[in-house]
């Protein structure tokens, strides 16, 4: 991606092709970055995503590292920094934002505390100027997202939403399919997330931690994949909610949402999320002249793309195509955009306007779901609103 | 199935099994009957399905073979009952009913024309006393299935709309999945069906032949596989249409349609049909346990069957099956499905009302649409309202 | 295939394509002969293969039909014939050649008993002056399968051996990419054929009627599946043999065959055969540019092609397709060649030259086993130098 | 693995399972030792493997880390132990073992140089009471590998050689399922690697370095594939080899192989290796009750494991199922895993012997294929001759 606007210093080595020219050759890596050069993160909440996902991929950057972490127990904090390599004294509690502020060895945060927390956090991180990349959802509602971009954008700082789909391969070729009409027209989208958490207590079942249920926490995306490959805003959306009743998970938050949403050029999209069905993520892509599936989408690993189409020699074969891409840490890569887009003033791929713009569609489905009625969305004119343009072509 | 019910004396041979306890066993078939016992049937219309599909598949049929055929090309009809074997007179115009219903050596018809044209023939042929095989749609509106149903019923002729996928194995296997509640609840499905026609003058582009566009043709497979998977019946339906301004095609009928449908249950469906992507049609169920596809489903032949699901002995592993059973011919099956009925009396696994149920389901799409506002449908007490409630565990 | 040579008097419809060009089209059909035009048919033995899969093949052929049997049980055979339509009375006892003989209704015998009397029955049929189509294996040894191939010729009956791959789909397309060179040069096959039949009694597991056990039964598969596909003959041969100690099915007939085999041009065959282990047919191609596999191969039903390579436009991607093609009855498509082969008087694609080729190398692949050494063939020129050179063209 | 054998002060924390038990639930990680704690590892060698794959997986570790490297290019080891963060003068020159041995921040070394250098590197290492992870193959001929495990056991170091399927979840299944029995006996195994390079003058293609071709270099991956999976090892082996004439690359080392081998169970292998063939690693095991493939097997990323059998509940159902455990960074867990050794004393999945038995199976190949006869090796009784029994079934 935007690997060309790091500094030029360590290009990798020039090297022949190991293998011929009929096999897979990986495109040749930047080496990392010396440690004392790369962005330090500190790392806000050490909850489960932390623990098992964001400090591991964080380990094996190229642009940024550990530097200090923000907890309520600063025991767990300490022995955190010290199973990383990072500064033991570089722990702060929630309330600490002022010091954090002085740590000149931390230049980014990232925001991996429950929904309801963001918005003040992300406006604490601007305070303290430092760049702030923030879990998805941004935030609870559009009204708290947009004061949380015009904070960053007041403080000078990047607002990065913690967003993976648009930075993985596979999901980037299907962007790439989309525009450049290889398969003519798209016509339809359909995106499904699920998956079953059983503890009603969890914060994700508390409406003011998690602000809404399945649709914030993943079927959110179903909506973001569907804007990031077709780089079009919806313009009205349709949805109805269920919830099981009498099951004590879904008495604050939703179960599942299906919602159905048009977009100017008439591509509809049709899509759910799930809280009590089998862990299931895939989407599909119906184009006039191929069909295209992830299967799974959405997962932090082993994502996989297909396409369907006739062969192009043969009038009576049906191909059904595999195409497979290496398949990266998710959180690293992530991770890892940030941290070029500190280093070279770039503004993210999914900037901070992204997930207001996603709030402002779950908004719309919330309400529409309460009304039992399409609602429109105010039509914006794309493509890549409110993204960088050349984003989608790197 | 309903093999059963059918006459006795031509048991399949009894026969020590050939493979291993370990292997896949087919199940035993009953041999064919003698082509004088079998069912006579004229086929009604000569078009693209019944040269292609059809008539190949009643030669290969056990229970019933083709004795006449309906035409305006008689002589057309004559080689084609040249080709099969059957005799070389037995070849009627669209205004001879009455001869044909002379002709004792047809039990019943199988009517493949134009949808527009299913309201009369239905009638004519209860007329002449013939039992009632019917292409769907069965009919361009509700009120004129209602006739078709009131007429075979005081004809005491059988009405069988030629659905396909109720007898076929994988989907046979869903509707067991989700009677038996091996996965928990069903929470969610979705299914598509889409084509790419392109010849704009086919009757399939005529509304007053066709009766709509891609929603009765081929989305009508994603109404009644959710109808018959679940054994309910749809409370509401909200539906968007769409087709390409200017494309030719669309001008009498719609091009795409994307609906929502939820059931008593709480289970919702997301469906859509288009004519113009790429032949693509697949559907998937969400349980609490496990997620179920077909990709393809609906087609003819080659239906895949998937289950999603944790490994019942490994905690970290998830499995994903492929169950696969025999591939039949589904015309064939379809049709000595119908044999058998009018063999033994008993009611087709897809009565006429299965088909007015369809058409009132499509028509509460439409008017959605039109309307773009939720749309109600009578509340319809299950399980399995129109059906053989036995049908689905055979 | 061979359609072109058939009388052209029933041509296909001629219509305009009903899907868009980037549907997938099915060839036109030709429609079938009227059946006082069709090669008539006698199936010798009414066993488990001719109940179940050849004679319901039969009913769906276009080129030929059923018109007698020969069985030690004739009321068996009066049955089969009466749920057939064929000809009550055309029914024979084993020995009564001569009687079958004077039956014009006959052109052909499809001879389905035991391997170990074929040599005499394909004989006996020669001297009725009736063409042959015999199962596979041709024979018991490759003395008896020259003079079959002699008695034929000197009769001016036409042999064919009933292999089906020779006339499937995919493994004809595979035969096409190892021709043409798309691919590169391939390099390995590797082919292997496993089921478990579990009755001791059978005549699989008896020497004399059987010939051999998991090797002429199904490791031919492998064996001229491997032919076929290169159009080579192997120059060399190298086997080991093992069964299962005390296991009552292979005191007569072996169990295991595993071999290697080399061709002129390099390419080395790896190939199995095994009557204990689940069922499992497959095959693999490497290739210098592609892997393809069949996976299953050799089956009656289902067998899927996939061909891995690297993406012609994405460096750094790799493409698994699978290519599908039309699921045709193969035993249908394999009587309708030998009708086909007899109307018009072309030499079948499986002659009974392909079948005595076989024999002659799984006697090499027996002796190498014995010897524990390799043992060298006699040297084939090639292309396809037992059959008709422009038939894996077709 | 053998995690439980770590030091016990940094457990996993505890915490209530997060998704419901129907889900797939990945176990519980120990956390990365700090980085003072780990094993510090020498890299020797910084060619294509080093940079692209063991260096950035290094930097993922848990319980080891970069602590020098060895390299002909001093300023590259420089540059590179900047990017990781290492100390930037722990870098030493071939003839430097002795500074080396200086070095107490270097407990391991991991050999990643051409094949040929092995031998007298693994001595160096040993004498400089360093362990040592050395790169397959172990050596180039067995007398070689003899002296390494000697010289390594005489020094009191641990040595471990670098194979990695060992250690990867879906082949550590297949050994078990090997083992438990759960499909009946094992009957045989096929395997194949192969890959294209088409550089000649690459030191892989060059005797001296390599010590031959496509065997050593991949074929090495089926055969103690087979070996680990089974438990025995091999008691006869036939092979032939075969290289393109007047190829280049093809002058001094084989391009291709294909061998059998036969276990004292009656298990065969058939396994073949090439280096002018499609990237292509697959390996299929045919039980009595289901057959098991890797497809891709032995890739650095990517493997997946499929069963086939019958469905347990449906006799006329045939199930095909992938079976998806996590997906871990190979290189990662090879690495780990010696540092667990290390830091714990016990011996490797794959310690020095295993290479060294590896080197006679493939000096038995050599002399088969040169002789063109089946070659006895010394039987070796089993279970795991070579590991720590409880290896696998940890």
Redesign the interface.
Known sequence: MSRSLLPAQ?PP?A?????????????P?L??????RRVGFAVIGLG?LS??SIL?AL??CKFCRLAAVMTGDKDKGR??L????APADAVYGYDEWDKLAQNDDVQAVYIVTPNGLHHEQVKQAARAAKHVLCEKPLSNTSAEALEMVRACADAGVLLMVAYRLQYEPHNR?IARLVRSGE???L??I?A?N??????AS?WRHQRELAGGGSLPDIGLYCLNFARFVTGEEPVEV?A?I?S?PGDPRFTEVEE?V?W?M?FLS?V?G???S?Y?????R?A?L??????VKLDPAFSY??IRLYV????AE??????????????KNQFGTEMDHMAECVLTGRKPGTPGEEGLQDQRIMEAIYRSAAD???VLLEPIAGPDAFRDPRFSDE
Chains 1, 2, 3, 4 share one sequence.
């Not at 043969?314 to 290496?326: G, I």
């Open positions: 360590d080595e090297r022949p092709p190991f293998v011929a020219a009929s096999e897979r050759r990986a495109a890596e080496p990392p970055l010396a440690p004392e489960r623990l098992d591991p380990a094996s022995r955190i010290g199973q990383y390599g070729d398969f003519g027209s016509k339809i359909e499904h699920g998956q079953v958490q059983d503890e969890q349709m109805w269920w099981t599942n299906a159905q048009r008439g509809v049709r899509c759910s799930a009590d069905a089998h862990e299931s895939n599909r119906y184009f006039q002249k191929a069909s690993k082993g369907n189409h006739r062969s043969r009038e009576d074969v049906e191909v059904m195509e595999e195409r497979v891409s290496e398949d039992n009625r399409p």
